[in-house]
């Protein structure tokens, strides 16, 4: 009885803080990261093969994760993609962190969601240069990958859409909740400096939350790359290639600036190598602001705070290829 | 006291078990691989942020994991490697998995151990086409990476010596023990089937035995191949390139047979697709031996008992590079 009484009155003081902790972070105009919820777990270790699998490229070479590598926060630290045959990718690869946050996938949105995405890359031909129909081929002759995609899918005919549903659902995973940041909205006061509350201060003050918003601080809208100033580096067309509209042209989907300590270089082109650039970059052709030396620094320590959980999984081992496995062409034609 | 006599019974039988299981083994020449000892944690989780790490390359997109892929049983499953910008390396890239095992590492043995190994690749043009100094210029411009040399070697200075003593102390753990063919070793008669024996059986009687055994089923001498019959593919001097000696040509260091199911392709082109081919091969140039079909289906089941259990652990992060991090150059000069 005794027992009972206490686990009523904890649960009741829980139940206050966490009140008290939505509050603060309504507040806000940023959210803390939700882990993933309603996961399909068999789907998931599927997806985290599958993602790590290069069979899926012409080469045998590149897998998802040679772009967006999950141990240097989703990207690949470079300018842009190096694809098959060493090809210069057009675009700054994006993290795949947080990436089912986005209203869109890709810089010009094109993707609706992370299965059309996860899509594109494989038959890319300067990407991954395979096609739907030879990754199959290669997916269907591995045993013990037809066995995994009848359990998890329950059904005997593997199409591209199981392959790419089981990648987004592994991807869902790929949120990372519990930055200092987050601690912080949700009620741990001792999270931050002085330094990086001012910097947060500065950040909202200054009009850049207009646009790195809500849960992922960005993804959720498409902006103009160049407001007050155009900007001076390569430009490619951005949203109007999608819309056909003319008044898209340079727009982007503005980037998520979570784990943005771990996803240099910045920009759509990577031409920012540095935080301290890109906020001072950002600052003027989007604010008409030059952040003085000492707000920049105070900006910069609060973006990095923004730094999550990073995934934490076994690496996967992939069912090896059979005497039927079509082989990868790295030199081929 | 009857709990203390139970434990002594159960010890001494024990003990009878594990001298049969080592007697059982001593019999054969093939022994079971044992687990990695004496090994330094702390060198092994910064050598395997350093084996995952891209910016060991002057493109910040290959690293020791690129080629000796974990997740594909330590290697990249094509004949030859893809190097910096796409170039075609000379050779198979050989398994890293039981590699502690080797007389020498290299296909020609030119490196004594994994340590000498580790430096290799990076400063090679044809792979990670950097140079010992700039990849201790990036490792030197992060800080988690310092405090954890500091660490690991207690001392402030880092040189390429540290770098490779911690690649090779992480590659000392991926060995794969409990393999089946293991288990009977170790006194489970169940653990093979009657045609997996019949094909040890074989292995044996038609002399592959000779240099395929040991720990490794391999790695312990230089032969040459193509003892019988010239070999018709591409053929490097291998071991006399090393040595001078023109004895040694067409020597390579005889590959383990471990995990070879996952090892494919192979020989020291890459040039045998399955084991079925390499198996005819080999007997042909090797020992003047035409296996039947039925032989062949014998010899390659029990190859595929070899399989251990792959290395089991989480997906490093790596620390982030910093504003004074060199920038890796991929598509530069």
Same mark, same amino acid.
């Given at each position: ?12 003081? /829980? ?41 899926? /490229? ?135 400096? #002085? ?10 003050? /200054? ?13 959720? /809208? ?110 081929? #034609?």
């Amino acid at each position: 009885m005794k027992r009972t009484i206490l686990s009523a009155a904890i649960a009741l003081i /829980s139940g206050v803080a966490a009140i008290g902790a939505a509050i603060a972070a309504d507040d806000e105009p940023i959210q803390p990261i939700r882990p993933a919820a309603n996961i399909n777990l068999g789907m998931v270790e599927l997806g985290k093969k599958l993602y790590f699998d290069p069979r899926l /490229s012409k080469s045998g070479f590149i897998s998802c994760n040679s772009c967006h590598n999950l141990s240097m926060g989703g990207t690949d630290n470079i300018p842009t993609s190096i694809g098959d045959k060493w090809q210069e990718g057009p675009i700054n690869s994006p993290t795949v962190l947080n990436s089912s946050l986005n209203l869109a996938q890709f810089w010009d949105g094109r993707a609706a969601d992370l299965k059309e995405q996860a899509a594109g890359p494989i038959a890319n031909p300067g990407e991954m240069a395979f096609t739907h129909t030879l990754a199959l081929g290669v997916i269907e002759s591995i045993p013990a990958y037809v066995r995994e995609f009848k359990q998890v899918f329950g059904k005997d005919k593997i199409t591209i859409d199981e392959v790419t549903a089981a990648i987004a659902e592994f991807e869902k995973t790929l949120v990372t909740p519990n930055s200092r940041f987050d601690q912080w909205l949700l009620g741990n006061k001792e999270a931050l400096t #002085k330094k990086e509350l001012d910097g947060y201060k500065l950040f909202k003050d /200054s009009g850049c939350i207009a646009c790195h918003n809500g849960e992922a601080i960005g993804g959720n /809208s498409f902006q103009k790359m160049g407001i007050v100033e155009p900007y001076k580096g390569k430009m490619p067309d951005g949203r109007a290639a999608v819309t056909g509209d003319d008044a898209d042209r340079f727009n982007f989907k503005v980037p998520t600036l979570r784990n943005v300590e771990l996803t240099y270089p910045y920009f759509h082109d990577g031409a920012a190598n540095t935080l301290t650039e890109a906020v001072d970059i950002m600052g003027r052709l989007q604010l008409g602001k030059k952040f003085t030396k000492d707000e920049n620094a105070k900006v910069v320590a609060f973006l990095k705070t923004l730094t999550g959980d990073q995934p934490s999984f076994t690496l996967p081992i992939l069912p090896p290829s059979t005497d039927k496995t079509p082989r990868p062409t790295p030199f081929g #034609k």
